[in-house]
């Protein structure tokens, strides 16, 4: 009897164990099962995340580039401008230097070349004018040697107001503002005589070359009214 319920408890231990390894993998696929599912919105929830912050990143990383772009333009736009300016103003400057520097070695030694002397002369000085209210006067220096017979002596003079008449064309002279050097014209005072006011005109180069002009025009009957020598201004 003893051995009989010992075999029959044998037994249902075996059934009991077996019934608990078909129930095992069930419930470990249906936990597993559970859990994929689970984690599948989360994870769709979590890769959708990811895909809107890297698209919002690089739309970012866009506008900034283009904002970068358009700000190396402004820059490079301005610094061409700058240069061109700075051009500009190095070129003015560089013509202002020569012909300052022209115009005061003209002026220390007052000598006009015979090439110039011999054909016609544009009687323009801006070392004595800041600026030309009337035309300038091409004087006709041949004309008036060929055709007038006029000699060196009657415009060109020494220091001491001595003609010089043994001029050649190839001989340098000096110019009138060598000596007669103050800008601009002359203004009369009241107190003045008619002799002090020829002397302070004469100071100035505008006297000097009207008084060298007009006195020799008004001894040969030569025009002396102003728009005779002076064209209208341009």
Not at 79 to 100: F, L, M, R, Y
Not at 128 to 139: D, E, K, P, R, T
Not at 145 to 172: A, F, W
């Amino acid at each position: 009897m003893k051995k009989a319920a010992l075999l029959l408890g044998i037994v249902c231990v075996f059934v009991f164990m077996g019934c608990g390894q078909e129930e095992a993998p069930q419930s470990a696929e249906e936990k597993t099962g559970e859990s994929v599912s689970a984690q599948k919105p989360a994870t769709g929830g979590t890769a959708e995340g990811v895909k809107t912050e890297a698209e919002q990143t690089a739309q970012s990383a866009e506008e900034k580039a283009e904002k970068a772009v358009e700000e190396v333009r402004e820059q490079a736009g301005q610094a061409v401008d700058t240069v061109k300016e700075e051009a500009a103003a190095t070129a003015e400057s560089v013509k202002g230097n020569i012909d300052e520097t022209g115009q005061t070695a003209a002026e220390k030694t007052g000598e006009t070349k015979a090439a110039g002397a011999v054909g016609v002369i544009k009687m323009k000085n801006e070392a004595a004018f800041s600026q030309h209210n009337m035309g300038i006067v091409m004087f006709d220096h041949k004309a008036h040697v060929d055709e007038y017979d006029l000699g060196c002596g009657k415009c060109h003079h020494d220091e001491k107001n001595q003609p010089l008449n043994d001029l050649d064309y190839d001989d340098p002279v000096r110019g009138c503002m060598a000596c007669h050097d103050k800008k601009g014209r002359p203004s009369r005072e009241g107190s003045m005589s008619d002799q002090q006011w020829k002397q302070a005109q004469l100071a100035y180069y505008y006297g000097a070359i009207h008084e060298n002009c007009m006195g020799c025009h008004k001894e040969t009957s030569g025009p002396v009214g102003c728009m005779a020598c002076h064209p209208k201004p341009e």
